[in-house]
Structures are given as C-alpha cells and as structure tokens.
C-alpha cells in the first residue's frame, strides 16, 4: 500500500501495537519515514499507562521518523500530531467542530474519538514514533471518559491517506521546532479551555486556577489567583469547559 503523499505504508492485519513494531524497527536501524497500520492490535497502548482498545474497524497507526533535533524539542510532536488529526477531521467531517484537550487528545461534543502517543524509540539519529488511534467505525465500551467515533460510513484508509497529508504539512510547519510559534498559535486556535478554570491532580493536592497558555516545552501553564505560574508538565487536568460541554451533552 502506499498513499499519495509518498510515504510508505506497512500493513498488518494484526500486531500487538503499532508503536512497539516502530521501537523493534528503529532497534534494527530503520529510520522512516513511514507508516505502520493495523487492522487489529492485541496490546495496544494508550497515554498514562492505559491500553487501547483495537478492534477491527478502526485506526491504529504509527508514523516513524527521524529527526535532527534535540530531545529538548520533541515533546512538541505532540502538538503537531493533534493538529494534524484535527486537520484531518475538519477536511473529511467538517460538521463535527472537533476541538483539542492538552495535551493532544482531539474530541466532538467533549467526546474523545481520538488518542495520540509519540514516543521517542531509537537515537543516533533521533527516531519518532506517533502512534494514532482514531475510532471511525466504532467507539470502545467501558472507558472512563465519553467516547465517540467518526461514524459516518468513512473508510480507514481515506482517512490515514488525510492524516499523512496533513501530519507531513503539519511537520514541515513544525520544522524541527523552529516554527514551534506557528504550531502553538493554531494549536491555541483550537484548544479547549484556554483562558478558562483548570484543576490539575498533583499527587495528594488539587491546583486550582486559569489555563493561561502552552509553554514551549508543552506544559500547560496553569496560572493561580495570586497570579503565580504552574507548569504542569503530565497528568489528569479537568477543564471547566469540558465539564460544561459534557453536562450539556448528558
Ligand atoms: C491515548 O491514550 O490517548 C493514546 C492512544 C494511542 C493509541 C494508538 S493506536 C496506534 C498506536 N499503537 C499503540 O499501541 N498505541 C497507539
């Protein structure tokens, strides 16, 4: 299979998780870029330790790249891969408003149907794995957030052929950091609860205040009402605006 963009694209029908394939090939000295897509996964994986439910019918990709920049910037993959699944969905689903929660989470109507997990797997060069799971046909039960999918009779490959497009932009864009301004902008275009009340879990203690913006690095800068600055680097933050959306949505 290969899209139209050029990238090369690995099928399996069934794979433990797309993303440890991409750290086996990195470990052989493969250095992309290209895609590794699964009709299935038997372990998939998710942010903060969670599995990723993979049944047939929906998407589960990794793309692998190499980079020249520091380790420093590479946090900022991030970004750039929930803009492009954003970008992706506004093209195919313009009617669906899909909006982005920090990090790159990317929701309908406070629904995720989308989890994004870059990893760093080789070094010497710098070795990207983005591993993608979009729900098109489905959306799994039993999560402990609300869950949605594209719906809409959308075939998995239209929508990875979509994603590579926009992801290879959104990169060029990014340029390896030096055009990181330009993602955050877009990114903060599309964020939801920016400049609204946060409550980030930090080990026993609850912080309370404003999301105020996305520090270079990818923290949320949480700013609290004595006007002192938190970056919150990783973990559970609820937003004001997502506990409306969701209430509103119930
Ligand atoms: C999240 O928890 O939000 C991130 C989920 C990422 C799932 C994708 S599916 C393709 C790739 N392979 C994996 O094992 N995980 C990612």
């Keep these: 299979m ?5 990238h090369p694209v690995r099928h399996f029908d069934r794979i433990d998780s797309t993303n440890l394939e991409a750290r086996r090939l990195a470990e052989t000295g493969e250095r992309g ?8 996964q038997t372990g998939g994986r998710g942010r903060l330790g969670r599995n990723w439910v993979s049944e047939p019918g929906n998407l589960y990709a990794t ?8 380790l420093d910037v590479v946090a900022q993959v991030s970004f750039v891969a929930a803009l492009a699944v954003h970008d992706t969905v506004t093209a195919l689903c313009p009617h669906l408003a899909p909006r982005i929660k920090w990090p790159n989470d990317v929701l309908i109507g406070g629904a995720k149907f989308c989890g994004v997990l870059p990893e760093v797997v080789g070094s010497a060069p710098t070795r990207i794995a983005i591993g993608c799971g979009i729900n098109v046909a489905h959306a799994p039960k ?12 959308l075939a998995v490959e239209s929508v990875l052929q979509e994603l590579d497009s926009n992801l290879s932009n959104r990169l060029k864009l990014w340029d390896e950091g030096r055009g990181f301004s330009l993602i955050r902008k877009d990114w903060a275009a599309r964020a939801l609860g920016l400049g609204g009340h946060v409550t980030a879990t930090l080990g026993p203690k609850d912080l309370h205040g404003t999301f105020t913006g996305l520090a270079a690095d990818g923290a949320l800068i949480l700013t609290g009402p004595d006007g002192q600055a938190t970056h919150i680097h990783s973990g559970e933050v609820r937003f004001a605006e997502l506990e409306a959306l969701r209430q509103k949505a119930q």
């Design 142 to 153: 039993g999560t402990p957030y609300p869950v949605t999918a594209l719906g809409a009779g």
């Design 33 to 40: 870029p290209l895609w590794l897509l699964a009709d299935e």
């Design 2 to 6: 290969k899209l139209k963009t050029g």
């Design 63 to 70: 793309f692998l790249f190499s980079v020249s920049a520091g």
